[in-house]
Each structure stands twice: as C-alpha cells, then as structure tokens.
T-cell receptor, first 110, second 113 residues
C-alpha cells in the first residue's frame, strides 16, 4: 500500500516567518495530494490540495508544490500568524483511499 | 451549509459493551469514509462506501467492527464487544462524486474502560 512520510514532526516558528513541511509518497499512481489542518478537538480541515498535473498551487499565504518525479510535495505557509498553530497532515490519494502522513505540530510564537 | 455530523462527540463505556457511532454525511456526497486516529498509528482508513455500498473494508481491524450505510444520509460504525485498545478518536468523512476532496466531521472520542 501507499506509504506517506512527513517531516518535521514538530516545527516552531516566530510570528511572521515562513513554515515549510515536506512529504514523500511511494505509490507512483497517486494523483491527488491534499493538506489538512487539525485543531484541538476538531476534525481535519482541508486547507489546500494539488493534483498530479499541476506543479504548484497558491492560496493567499499557503502554497503547495509537487514533484512527481521525486515523489515529494511540500506545504509553505508565509507570514505565519498565531492562528496557524495546529497539526498539519499531508495525504496522498490512491484508488479513492487517502493515506496520511504522521502530522506536523506547528507552533507560531508571538 | 451543514458539514459532516457525528454523534456522540464523546463516549465512555466499559469493556465488553456494544458501541455505536453515527455519521450524517454532507448532502449529495456519494462517498463516505470511516477513519480511526490514535497517537501510535495516526489516521487510518477503516472502511469506505460509495452510493451506500461498502467498497473496501480492508482497514477494519477485527470482526468486532462492523459498518453499515442504510441510506445516503446515515452510517453507523459498531464495535461489539468493545475492548480498551479500541479507545481512539473515530472520524467520518464524505466526498462528492470522484472521491475528493474529503470533508471530515469533528469525530467521536471513544474511551473503553
């Protein structure tokens, strides 16, 4: 089955700085890569996604890049704010099933 | 718009009891997924349905677990008998035709004593 690895497991940044989270996947047939943000006591919320025919996608302060050849994708958050503090999960879709990374706990220091 | 609704939000019960978790997907979504989240194993897919039909239940850990979707607006995940190692947060998610994106509910935190 699909194996998704996510790094780092924790990330602490100063407010206003950028945060980068990286993921790799194993199934070359995977074609859809969403990122989720999970706050305490809540379910994962989709924040951005990218499909395999696109290399980069941006939505305000959030951007995702995909390198299909290397099988890795990354989340970039610019101008971080305290409300960006949460656990972030990458995922890879193969055969309608999402496989998730282990998560990155992001802490934005004021 | 209403999102995915799960109930109960919290469940505490004793080992051996039957547990039933409930989910109402987003109206019009064709796919429904049940996940389990633990510190040790992260987010794991248990089973998913397409148009109320179970498609892949390979993630269901044991025969003690069963899931049903009697109609397009309701699904249940049942554990009988429950064991302490079943303690986790269980999420339901739904998605439109095509399988993505998946929208998650806020989960049921299950504690088996």
């Amino acid at each position: 089955g699909e194996n998704v690895e996510q790094h780092p497991s924790t990330l602490s940044v100063q407010e206003g700085d950028s945060a980068v989270i990286k993921c790799t996947y194993s199934d070359s047939a995977s074609n859809y890569f969403p990122w989720y943000k999970q706050e305490l006591g809540k379910g994962p919320q989709l924040i951005i996604d990218i499909r395999s025919n696109v290399g980069e996608k941006k939505d305000q302060r959030i951007a995702v890049t995909l390198n299909k050849t290397a099988k890795h994708f990354s989340l970039h958050i610019t101008e971080t704010q305290p409300e960006d503090s949460a656990v972030y999960f990458c995922a890879s879709l193969s055969d309608y099933k999402l496989s998730f990374g282990a998560g990155t706990t992001v802490t934005v220091r004021a | 718009d209403a999102g995915v609704i799960q109930s109960p939000r919290h469940e505490v019960t004793e080992m051996g009891q039957e547990v039933t978790l409930r989910c109402k997907p987003i109206s019009g979504h064709d796919y429904l997924f049940w996940y389990r989240q633990t510190m040790m194993r992260g987010l794991e897919l248990l089973i998913y349905f397409n148009n109320n039909v179970p498609i892949d239940d390979s993630g269901m850990p044991e025969d003690r677990f069963s899931a049903k979707m009697p109609n397009a607006s309701f699904s249940t995940l049942k554990i009988q008998p429950s064991e302490p190692r079943d303690s986790a947060v269980y999420f339901c998610a739904s998605s439109p035709q095509g399988g993505q994106p998946q929208h998650f509910g806020d989960g049921t935190r299950l504690s088996i004593l």
